[in-house]
């Protein structure tokens, strides 16, 4: 059996819990919309044809900000098309996705199903194909509360009082080649900054997030970053980060360890900043959004046909998650707390049916995929303030990132419960687990759990939701010093005063 040590001190804080870093993306994407939060004429559906199922498992799944429209769809957007009557509302060609969009969905109602979902709503402007004017437009249609006339259309249209979205997302991806309307790093931080004093102008108060790289393998990545923000520093307050990861060639070992990249991926994004800002003579500190992050089996989607014809709401992006992808995924999650003092929010990508936690069949069952327990449980868990913790332990040969720690670990605490979520990235060994408490004075296990089955590809379906659930962890038996974490696991030790 392996070995790890783990000293937990409240001394060592990095920064307070960030509760936006549970936030997730709804995009016009596949299933993601249309028989996913929104289906009128299920058995659960409300008088708005939201899915009370679907509602109430993203409320189980604690996340506290949605992202919206896109992602790809939003820079061929035209968000006055979402607005006014549904049956006056055209149908589009949406070629991010090769599918016709309905409009049945637009801005007002999913405003209304994030408050209903009980989120904070985050809104992207399309810099693809459209540019400041729209923009502008758009914000004054969602935030000014009545007199000119883009709110008062919002008011005909049944929304009386101001959307207040408070975070916008100047663009998606726009370095990317596949992305509509993709500019180099000069052309889109001019346009950004443009959009971005321009909206301020409206509203001094927004947060901002200005596009950063779509992936730490671009060709641009670093160069892209440095351009942008020389051009938008004192206009925005975040730029993004976009990862996703898939086991590749069988190589297990190294998938477990993808937050290795997310890892390096946020603490360059975070130097060049400084330096940027330093260069600059600016005091003023960017953070990151990691609006878009997720296990996504890409290489599989990359060489899938079209879809025929120009489909609505057709299934796009529907990996069915197994163990390893959850345990993958809890790492990931990890390292996002572990940077709580840099990344000030980040969006689990996608909420429902598109490499989702939620999984719905049309007019029928909705389920949990194996990621939405982490994340869950992250989301109710951490709280306080994120620990560092540098556990002292063996590590693992990957092909990819080298060697690696075995044990992947963060820490919260506050006035109630120290939280440890762990993860065992051993393809074989169990790993016992010895926990240095001292400066917490006395504590005992209140509860640990622990995600892990003999089949590390077992997935949930419809049929069997909970193949793959965190169950009670009892090797400590009462000894808050040791636990044992079996192989392929993600784990939560909660720890309490006694």
Sequence with gaps: MLQAQLTIDPAHRVAPVRRRTFGTFVEHLGRCVYTGIYEPGHPTADAE???????????????????????????????????????????????????????????????????????????????????????????????????????????????????????????????????????????????????????????????????????????????????VLEETYDLVDHISCHAYYEEKDGDLGGFLACATDMEHFISTVVSIADQVGARLGSGKKISVSFDEWNIWYLSRHQSAPPPPDWPVAPPLLEDHYHLADAVAFGGLLVTLLRHSDRVAAACLAQLVNVIAPIMTEPGGRAWRQTTFHPFAQAARYASGDVLLTEPVGPSYETGEFGQVPVLHTVATHDDRFTTVFAVNRSVTEPLE????????????????TTLTHEDVYARNTADDPERVVPRPNTSHRGDPARIVLPPVSWNVIRLARS
Aim: overall charge negative; proline content about 5%.
């Design 49 to 227: 044809g939201f899915r009370g199922d679907v509602l109430a498992l993203t409320r189980e799944l604690g996340v506290t900000t949605v992202r919206y429209p896109g992602g790809n769809f939003v820079s061929g957007y035209r968000w006055e098309d979402g607005v006014g009557p549904r049956e006056r509302r055209p149908r589009r060609l949406d070629l991010a996705w090769h599918s016709t969009e309905t409009n049945e969905i637009g801005v007002d109602e999913f405003v209304r199903w994030s408050r209903l979902a009980g989120l904070e709503p985050m809104m992207a402007v399309n810099l693809g194909t459209r540019g400041v004017a729209e923009a502008v437009d758009l914000l004054e249609y969602c935030n000014i509360p009545s007199g000119t006339t883009l709110s008062d259309l919002r008011v005909a249209g049944g929304a009386k009082e101001p959307h207040d979205i408070r975070m916008w997302c100047l663009g998606n991806e726009m370095d990317g080649p596949w992305q509509i309307g993709h500019k180099t790093a000069h052309e889109y931080g001019r346009l950004a900054a443009e959009t971005a004093r321009a909206m301020r102008m409206v509203d001094p108060g927004l947060e901002l997030v200005a596009c950063g790289s779509s992936g730490s393998s671009m060709p641009t990545f670093g160069s892209w970053e440095t351009t």
């Design 433 to 448: 687990l010895e926990l240095d408490t001292r400066a917490l004075g006395a504590v005992r296990i209140a509860e640990a």
